[in-house]
């Protein structure tokens, strides 16, 4: 059933009437945090309130919680307040699952009054949050490359490209700097990987290569064997997968014996990743936006806050965009001023925002809402015992 509210705020943010997808359900807060003060009661006009959707839970989970410390640590870093306001993070659990991303931003809205959603590293609830927070009126913050789809809200921005974008660019390189003739291609049957699919099949095949295999896996495939025997003759393989699926089918695709090179979207290798694959993953290589080993002030001082509160902080692109998104929220809520709690102000003031990323500058492109970054080749390599990226190049098409 659809629920309506209507929402009014001392604030400044003008009614709004709220549409929910789905029937009140009890939500639990996420096991990485919750709502930094208890209930969901109505904040001031100087609380600004953001609620943020991780995934704790499912084949993603590994990545919530350095997530959520990243993205604390960056408010912190601000005293928790921008220009007097105070700003409240409140965080939930998308479990990896699109429906469960629906019910919490619907609880985010409807019980917790957010001037704001940070959502989601999962591609498909990202899409699915969508029209829930545009019909809201409702600023979503997508914190990591996701599908192209949410340039058709208005209220919507990403801080990273396109999943599709840096997978484009690395088919491009793939057929003309590598010199691959044919490839196969494999990836995670959901939004995500589809869109990475076939970014990378565009930019090879308009290089001149040949897509000789496309296969898709459903999403925590624990067996890659039958998937694998599918691949062909092909020249390399482009791998399109994250959190538990990635580390499972780079470790699986040493041990099928397979014989082409193995290059893939940035999830495939993140930092977050490389311990647990081992030694499967030297040589291995991928095009993506960011590297913990790209040598520029704001990826320095981001690695150096994390790296001071805890030492065994592992830099990566999910931390690095939450590090990159608590950026973009403070320059937001600064210019936006008493137009925060104005919804559809608030979003374009977010989509207006320039800041200094750990990857380099972020802007936005104002019609898609997507990040314009740059995108680099990189390869796995062991020095000292760690596995760590080497980056060769940025890359264009």
């Not at 995500?192 to 296969?215: D, M, R, S």
Request: hydrophobic residues 40%; charged residues 20%; aromatic residues 10%.
């Amino acid at each position: 059933m659809l629920i309506f509210r209507l929402i009014s705020r001392s604030g400044g943010r003008s009614a709004v009437f709220v549409a929910a997808a789905l029937a009140t359900v009890a939500f639990a807060a996420c096991g990485g945090g919750g709502d930094d003060e208890a209930g969901g009661e109505k904040q001031g006009a100087d609380t600004v309130r953001i609620g943020v959707l991780l995934p704790y839970t499912g084949p993603f989970g590994l990545y919530g919680k350095p997530m959520e410390a990243t993205l604390r640590a960056r408010l912190a870093k601000a005293g928790n307040k921008v220009d007097g306001r105070r700003v409240q993070l409140v965080f939930e659990d998308e479990a990896t699952d699109a429906k469960t991303a629906v019910s919490k931003a619907t609880k985010l809205i409807e019980q917790n009054d957010v001037d704001a959603i940070v959502c989601c590293p999962t591609g498909a609830a990202t899409l699915a949050v969508g029209p829930i927070a545009n019909q809201a009126k409702i600023p979503q913050i997508g914190p990591i490359p996701n599908p192209a789809g949410l340039s058709k809200f208005s209220t919507a921005a990403v801080a990273a490209p396109t999943a599709a974008h840096d997978a484009e660019v690395l088919g491009g390189y793939a057929a003309t700097k590598l010199g691959y003739k044919s490839a196969a291609v494999i990836a995670s049957d959901f939004a995500y990987g589809k869109e990475v699919a076939a970014g990378f099949a565009k930019g090879f095949k308009g290089a001149g290569g040949t897509i000789a295999k496309q296969t898709f896996a459903p999403l925590g495939t624990t067996d890659f064997g039958s998937y694998l025997a599918r691949g062909g003759n092909a020249d390399v393989t482009f791998a399109g997968f994250a959190g538990e699926d990635a580390i499972r089918f780079v470790q699986q695709y040493k041990k099928f014996g397979a014989k082409a090179p193995l290059i893939g979207h940035g999830p495939l290798l993140t930092e977050l990743v490389l311990k647990a694959i081992g030694e499967a993953a030297v040589g291995v290589g991928a095009g993506f936006y960011y590297s913990s080993q790209l040598d520029n002030p704001a990826n320095k001082e981001f690695i150096d806050t994390m790296k001071g509160a805890n030492s065994k902080f592992v830099p990566s692109h999910f931390t690095a965009g939450a590090w990159a998104t608590g950026s973009l929220i403070i320059d937001a809520i600064k210019r936006a001023g008493d137009d925060v709690h104005d919804g559809e102000a608030f979003a374009k003031t977010i989509r207006a925002t320039q800041i200094e990323a750990p990857w380099g500058p972020l802007r936005f492109d104002q019609k898609t809402g997507y990040a314009v970054a740059p995108t680099y080749f990189y390869t796995v390599t062991k020095d000292g015992g760690q596995l760590h990226h080497q980056i060769k190049e940025e890359i264009s098409l």
